[in-house]
């Protein structure tokens, strides 16, 4: 596979499981990880088998990871940020909303 390199980007580092990354600026999540040589964003959730960006336009969500503790994150979409703390999404996430979650307490007969 051939790299492409952008001489004038700005080097940035982001972590991804636990371990830094060094990223251009303007590249999504995926791309940068990709460039990094990691192939598995997450694992599925019946069978825990690995998953990797497949579209890299937002589609397939094969890229979910969890961004700086933020599960169901789609890196295709999602622009590197230095500091970013990304980590691989094993199986199902739970995605409920916290403030729906709270707010139905007591209201159920
Ligand atoms: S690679 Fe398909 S949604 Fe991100």
């Known amino acids: 596979m051939r790299r492409i390199e952008r001489e004038d980007a700005v080097q940035i580092t982001i972590e991804f499981e636990g371990q830094p990354v060094t990223a251009q600026e303007g590249d999504t999540v995926a791309a940068a990880l990709l460039r990094a040589g990691q192939w598995t964003f997450r694992t599925t959730a019946v069978n825990g088998r690995a998953r990797g960006p497949?579209?890299?336009?937002?589609?397939?969500?094969?890229?979910?990871?969890?961004?700086?503790?933020l599960a169901n994150s789609q890196a295709c979409m999602t622009?590197?940020?230095?500091?970013?703390?990304?980590?691989?999404?094993?199986?199902?996430?739970?995605?409920?909303?916290?403030?729906?979650?709270?707010?139905?307490?007591?209201?159920?007969?």
């Open 54 to 69: 497949f579209c890299m336009m937002g589609v397939c969500f094969d890229c979910l990871v969890e961004i700086d503790g």
């Open 79 to 109: 622009n590197v940020q230095a500091g970013m703390r990304i980590k691989r999404q094993q199986g199902a996430n739970d995605i409920s909303l916290g403030a729906v979650a709270d707010s139905d307490e007591g209201t159920a007969p």
